[in-house]
């Protein structure tokens, strides 16, 4: 009888080890949680589009496709350009059924919006807008608010188009740094005052790299928006610069 019982007790020792290990074990390995909460963020979507929609990002950046990770899902309602119309593009209101993914790879985080390939053969677009690093937005809207010494209003971001720029310099030409022809991911971003009473609104335009490690005004795109007693420099200063160029 004795035995049976020390057995019995060796044995609830084990079982109650095993359920204090179960923690421990899920959060050393990090990863396994994380794909457990994409499949419940996913629920609703189906898994090819999860799919391709990661593959697209992956193909964009670079990277593994393991490094690229699905944020928020919501289910949304498109018409034939998703809501997103290319320039002069004509789009039909249909309310095709679909899905706003957040995507996540490295420091970018993308929002793709995405229909089923059958009701559309191009079913998947990124809203660039919405894509747009906050770190990058504030670095911008901040450099145009101190070019500008006056209260100028709010200065908000209007459109943002993905680039690859030809060199590290986003294709500026520079008269103090030598240029690596080294293609560089990254974005060109158009910034313009909420409202204005003068017409023509004022606008501004930057070229960065993905991160916002690089970040320059576009001179003599935005030459006319910047405060008089900058013109002149900022001309002589263009004018400099194309005479360098090869």
Not at 93 to 117: C, T
Not at 221 to 238: H, M, T, W
Request: positive net charge; hydrophobic residues 35%.
């Amino acid at each position: 009888m004795t035995q049976k019982v020390i057995i019995w007790t060796i044995a609830s020792s084990l079982m109650l080890a095993v359920c204090n290990l179960h923690p421990y074990t899920s959060a050393a390995n990090p990863s396994k949680l994380a794909q457990i909460q994409s499949s419940s963020q996913v629920s609703g979507i189906p898994q090819s589009l999860v799919l391709q929609v990661r593959q697209d990002m992956a193909k964009r950046l670079n990277v593994k496709l393991a490094n690229v990770q699905v944020g928020q899902v919501e289910s949304k309602r498109f018409d034939s350009c998703l809501n997103l119309p290319a320039k002069n593009e004509k789009c039909n209101k249909i309310g095709n059924k679909g899905w706003a993914i957040r995507i996540n790879a490295d420091k970018q985080s993308w929002l793709y919006h995405a229909v089923l390939p059958q009701n559309l053969s191009n079913n998947l677009r990124v809203n660039w807008l919405q894509s747009l690093p906050q770190s990058v937005k504030q670095q911008v809207i901040s450099d145009v608010n101190r070019l500008n010494e006056q209260q100028i209003g709010k200065v908000q971001v209007v459109s943002v188009e993905p680039r690859v720029w030809k060199n590290d310099c986003l294709e500026l030409p520079k008269t103090e740094q030598r240029c690596n022809s080294t293609k560089t991911p990254g974005w060109l971003i158009k910034l313009t005052k909420e409202k204005s009473g003068e017409g023509k609104p004022s606008q501004w335009l930057y070229r960065s790299d993905l991160d916002g490690k690089i970040v320059e005004l576009d001179l003599v795109a935005s030459v006319g928006n910047i405060p008089q007693k900058f013109n002149a420099d900022i001309l002589a200063d263009a004018a400099k610069r194309s005479q360098t160029q090869p």
